[in-house]
């Protein structure tokens, strides 16, 4: 009997096709205002993955998906502020529920 042909790993440049496809597909759900895909495209923005770095942008994207009560993006936003925005940002997170925000809190 044949074998399946095994796919080989991706080659860069699919992987970067993929990552560019998967960025648009966060774009598109953050656009609509989907909390999970605001805080992941903040990700995309902030680390340039799959999309040119920009860290101001990260943070209104951080922002907005922290207005929509999502803790981790709570969290993430707090690292973009003054020392005082940052401690109300993370004591909002831990009363989500983060627990990782306590140790940036205390």
């Not at 690292?79 to 005082?84: A, C, F, Q, R, S």
């Amino acid at each position: 009997a044949l074998k399946k042909k095994q796919k080989l790993p991706m080659t860069r440049d699919e992987f970067n096709a993929t990552e560019k496809e998967m960025m648009s597909n966060y774009k598109k759900a953050a656009d609509r205002g989907n909390r999970t895909a605001l805080f992941h495209y903040g990700l995309c923005l902030e680390h340039g993955n799959g999309v040119k770095v920009d860290k101001k942008k990260a943070a209104e994207y951080y922002k907005k998906s922290s207005e929509k009560g999502l803790a981790i993006a709570m969290s993430n936003y707090g690292v973009e502020k003054n020392e005082w925005e940052a401690l109300k940002w993370y004591k909002r997170a831990m009363n989500h529920g983060l627990v990782r925000a306590e140790g940036e809190y205390n």
